[in-house]
Structure formats: C-alpha cells, structure tokens
C-alpha cells in the first residue's frame, strides 16, 4: 500500500487530455514539492515534473504539473503513443523521514 | 550530459548480502545527494535511502533500517548500495539517482531525482 495514493490506470484517445492525479497528507505533499515520473517499459525511470510544476529542459510542455493543498496533478495534454508508459508522483514524507511514491498509473493511448 | 553507471546483474542466495556499485560520469557528484530506489517485478517504486556526500549524512526508509548501508567514495565519485540478509523478496531492479535536496534547522530533505542509472537486476534464489 503506497503512501501516495494514483489512479491503477487512465486512457485516452491520441491528441486528447489525461490527468493524473496524486493524493497525499499534510505530513508529505501538503508540506514538500513533488515531482513525477514516467517510466517506459524496460528502462529506468526519467523526471518529468519537479517541485510541483517546473519541468527539466527537454520535457515538452504537453506535460504540466500542479499542487493544491494535499494533492497534486499531472496533466498530459496532446497524447501520442509514445506516452505510454507508467507514471510516478513522489516527494518527502516528513513524518516518515523517507521520500515515498505513488503506486504508479498506466496510461494507455486508445 | 550527466551519466550514473551502475554494475552488473547478480544472482545471490538467501542470507547472503549483495553490493550494487553506481559511478557518476565526471567521477564527482558535485552537490548532488544519491539515492537508491528498487523495483520488484511488476511493481512500483520503493526507495530504500540516501546519501550526501558532502555532509557524509544518510538517510534510510525504516523498512531497510538495519539491512542496508549507502556510502560513497569520492575519490573515484562512485556509490554503493549493501543490503544484507536477503531474500526472495529483494528480488528487483535497483536503481540509483543523483539527488537534488534542501536543508534547514530541521535536517536535510530530498527532493528531485533528476538522473537515474541503468538499473542492476538482483534476483535471490536458491
């Protein structure tokens, strides 16, 4: 059972929107930035998203990032069968002292 | 362009402890912290612990308190990750990534794992 609590799974047809979501506590995203993740199969994960809403160099802006209070978002806008992969949410628990992650979401291009 | 080589598969056996090597391209880690996140197969994310380098401090999750240890050597800018009394269980894909982290009065947190290493596949089996 993760800390962080993602969707199994999202969907949607090529050029439509999916988003994300991650939900938390006050002890973790309530209080700490939270970057995402995907992870294509067979290969390490990569940085989509860091401190709630920035992306690193190369990322297209298809990608975006939001947080409010204890949640946070990941919108994916545009799909294209390449973003099929798996996709993390994580971030500092500061009563567990440890980073912890979401259980990961699936997206599927239709 | 940053890169974290990692070593080779291993095969161990119940009870015996494994070591996965990570070496940052460069050979330094700069004032960057590592992590260590493993995956068992079919599953998500889990990170076992960190290091600062500079600070020489590290961090565990509490389920590996006590069975593993991160360290680093800086003269070669390589990391490593042991973690002792394994089981079938550990079997996974352990990762290591370069860090970033903040600090204030009440310690050093981590934050963006910004580069990952290929992986090192650790299957225990009898």
């Known amino acids: 059972q993760s800390v962080l609590t993602q969707p199994p799974s999202v969907s949607a047809a090529p050029g439509q929107k999916v988003t994300i979501s991650c939900s938390g506590s006050s002890s973790n995203i309530g209080n700490n930035y939270v970057s995402w993740y995907h992870q294509l199969p067979g290969t390490a994960p990569k940085l989509l998203i860091y401190?709630?809403?920035k992306r690193p160099s190369g990322i297209p802006d298809r990608f975006s990032g939001s947080k409010s209070g204890t949640s946070a978002t990941l919108d994916i806008t545009g799909l294209q069968t390449g973003d099929e992969a798996d996709y993390y949410c994580?971030?500092?628990?500061?009563?567990?002292?440890?980073?912890?992650f979401g259980g990961g979401t699936k997206v599927t291009v239709l | 362009q940053v890169q974290l080589v990692q070593s080779g598969a291993q095969v161990k056996k119940p009870e015996s402890a494994v070591e996965v090597s990570c070496k940052a391209s460069g050979g330094t880690f700069g004032s960057y912290a590592i992590t260590w996140v493993r995956q068992a197969p079919g599953q998500g994310l889990e990170w076992m612990g960190g290091i600062i380098p500079v600070f020489g401090t590290t961090n565990y999750a509490q389920k590996f308190q006590g069975r593993v240890t991160i360290t680093t050597d800086k003269s070669t800018g390589t990391a490593y990750m042991d973690l002792s009394s394994l089981r079938s269980e550990d079997t996974a894909v352990y990762y290591c990534?370069?860090?970033?982290?903040?600090?204030?009065?009440?310690?050093?947190?981590?934050?963006?794992?910004?580069?990952w290493g290929q992986g090192t596949l650790v299957t225990v089996s009898s």
């Open positions: 401190d709630n809403d």
């Open positions: 994580g971030t500092w628990d500061s009563s567990l002292t440890s980073v912890v």
């Open positions: 990534a370069r860090t970033t982290y903040y600090c204030d009065s009440g310690g050093c947190y981590y934050r963006n794992f910004d580069y």
